[in-house]
């Protein structure tokens, strides 16, 4: 019964429009109004955030990020967090029970959240015409299938229609939609990497699930700047947000150890302090090995065959291995000079003071590059209570109003950082 019934309806478009018998005319970019709609402001800074500045109304919102990670507890707690709005939680993927039982571990209640499970899009539509709701989610559009196209559930032709009907519905109705979409650790699943030429915002939900940091950065943004990063951590009642994010990625020692350095990163408007640790030791199996964990294996290369070429250290026999802390991936440039001084410390085995933080793209002259917005770096290290930055001496001229009590230290050539530390 319910088969013939959709298909009498698939004369009709999915999400029915009065605009679309109405054909557009081209109108002179003077005469359009801009309003800035307001936007929804979520209860998370950190979600505002990567969102670039709340929740855009009629925007599509995709989350991505591998099966555990935490999306659905996310798009949950968002659901529970928005009382003064209707939101509709569709899920394809648990029951209602299961979804009520996570929602009793995050301890919140809400009125207006309302839980739908259901796969079929024609019949969310159905009930999103009934409960009108001010915010949708779709959790996971993998499960999601429109009677218009015939493939299964989850294949990129079903995953591609669903998603233009809940884009149709979001652009006309002025709701704001968050799929989202499971992405393995190979990539393979049909979905993701297909939505995100169709969606406005693409969110990726990443970290190590065995250590509890999660970190949600922006990698597609219509309104805002990509690169941006929220922190959480994932707890027994659901995910709490980091609000300093340096200090839980900077590892407590107790005593100084050699290969560990600390770098003043810059992930989208925020700065961050990282921590970085290598160890060098003498390959005993022919080839040396090269490993890094959450930095570029290239960008590693490079640096080692500058460290090699320029500073005469001679890392060719030796196997490097090299680890951002907390599980973080880094792709700032302005860690190079951390990155440098942590490998020669392990090789070395030389402590760096613990004081003692670095912010600066190194060349493949061995010339120590400036880097963008130094002074947040700078002031970011401070307030963590580093006593000493260093820097390149070409980043000089943003220093010039930089009081505080820092000492600001300026390279021009990576063997002169080396005579400074090691020499
Ligand atoms: P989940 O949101 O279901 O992940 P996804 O939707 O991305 O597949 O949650 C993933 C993990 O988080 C799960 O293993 C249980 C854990 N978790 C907690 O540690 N604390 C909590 O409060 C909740 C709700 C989940
Ligand atoms: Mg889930």
Known sequence: MEEVLQKEDKEKTPWKSQSTQVANKPQAINSINFE??????????????????????GSLVLIGGEPG?????????????????????????????????????????????????????????????????????????????????ESAAGSISQVRECTAEFIKYAKETGTP????????????????????????????????????????????????????IGIYEMTGEGLREVTNPSEILISQREEALSGITIGASLEGTRPLLIEIQSLVSPATYGTPQRSSTGFDGKRLNMLLAVLEKRG???????????????????????????????????????????????????????????????????????????KKIFISKFNKAGLLKHPGNIKVMEFGKISDVFSELFG
């Open 69 to 149: 990670i935490g999306k659905s507890t996310l798009m949950l707690q968002l659901a529970l967090a928005f009382g003064k709005h209707k939101v509709m939680y569709v899920s394809g993927e648990e029951s209602g029970q299961q979804i009520k039982m996570r929602a009793e571990r995050l301890g919140r209640k809400s009125d207006n959240c309302f839980i739908l499970t259901e796969t079929s899009t024609q019949n969310i539509f159905k009930q999103i015409e009934i409960l009108e709701p001010a915010i949708l989610i779709v959790d996971s559009i993998q499960t999601m299938s429109s009677a218009f196209i």
């Open 312 to 386: 005469g250290f001679r890392l060719g026999i030796q196997d490097v291995f090299l680890n951002i802390a907390g599980g973080i991936r880094v792709e700032d440039p302005a860690l190079d000079l951390a990155v440098c001084i942590s490998v020669i410390s392990s090789f070395e085995d030389m402590p760096i003071a613990a004081d003692i933080c670095f912010a600066a793209e190194v060349g493949l002259g061995g010339e120590i590059r400036a880097v963008n917005r130094i002074e947040n770096r700078i002031s970011e290290a401070e307030k963590l209570g580093f």
């Open 177 to 228: 939609v968050f799929l989202v979409g499971h992405i393995t650790k190979e990539g393979t699943l049909a979905g993701p990497k297909v939505l995100e030429h169709m969606v406005d915002t693409v969110l990726q939900f990443e970290g190590d699930r065995h250590l509890t940091y999660r970190i949600i950065r922006t990698t597609k943004n219509r309104f805002g700047s990509t690169s941006e």
């Open 36 to 57: 800035d709609q307001p936007r929804y402001i979520t209860s998370s800074k950190e979600l505002n955030r990567v969102l670039g500045g709340g929740i855009v109304p």
